[in-house]
């Protein structure tokens, strides 16, 4: 099989775990890496813990090939992703000049500069993540980037992340059709399909509605004509159970 650059998102933040606010990052995160060759294949929701997160943190940056983190980058005083990645690294955190200088930019009382400056802080061998909002940047360390937990704020950071910066590879493209039919039943023909294709992945996902149920299946990867030709395997499949795929 082709190697993959894989993705790993570890989502931080007591607030998505108290269902409170409901995470986007992650749809968004895995359609924007799948177009510079990047397959998001695991991800986590963790608290704010810093036991957790560091462990968390380098469990998964020996795993994966790029990992990415979201939320606690904040100026308040559980905003305490800095401080594990540092401690994940073994390095100290210092004020980044190109980050206070941004943050500084905006007047405010002495303790609310001081808050604010918490998001300039960045452990040692860091590299910045751009921010097209104008507003504080994030890093990257190793090969953990670290991000804003606001969707709007986090997708302009992701959309600095660069093919060559992330090791990635030829865009993710998928294929998909669906049919009447149970996943029970279509199950041995689509792993012999599987089998024929170690480069693409299918999968098959039930849907319910008001004219029956039946299955979705999905093809992923990276060479567009094994894609086709997994397709058409597919589709001659359903034609051989007696029905008609129809575009998914």
């Keep these: 099989m082709k190697k993959v650059t894989t993705g790993c998102l570890i989502i931080i933040g007591n ?19 799948n177009e510079v060759g990047v397959r998001m294949v695991h991800a986590r929701v963790i608290p704010d813990v810093e036991d957790i997160i560091v462990e968390t943190v380098n469990e998964c940056r020996k795993a994966y090939d790029n990992v990415f983190t979201t939320g606690g980058i904040g100026p308040t005083h559980d905003d305490i992703t800095a401080d594990c990645i540092a401690k994940a690294f073994g390095k100290a955190l210092y004020l980044h000049p190109d980050i206070e200088a941004i943050i500084r930019k905006r007047e405010a009382p002495p303790e609310v500069m001081a808050s604010r400056l918490r998001m300039a802080r960045v452990p040692e061998d860091s590299v910045l993540i751009d921010n097209p909002t104008g507003g504080p940047q994030g890093f990257q360390i190793g090969n ?19 093919k060559e910066r992330l090791g990635g590879g030829e865009p993710v493209r998928s294929r998909s059709v669906g049919a009447y039919l149970s996943e029970g039943q279509v199950a041995v023909p689509l792993g012999e399909i599987q089998d024929r294709h170690p480069d693409v992945d299918l999968g098959s996902y039930p849907f319910y509605r008001q004219d029956g149920y039946g299955t979705n299946l999905v093809m992923r990867g990276t060479d567009e004509a094994e894609l086709d030709v997994m397709l058409e395997e597919v589709r001659q499949m359903i034609v051989g159970f007696g029905q008609e795929p129809f575009e998914d």
């Design 15 to 33: 607030e998505i775990l108290s269902g409170r606010t409901q995470d986007t990052n992650l749809q968004h995160l895995a359609k924007a890496l």
């Design 144 to 162: 953990v980037y670290v991000m804003a937990g606001v969707p709007m704020v986090m997708q302009a950071m992701v959309s600095t992340l660069t």
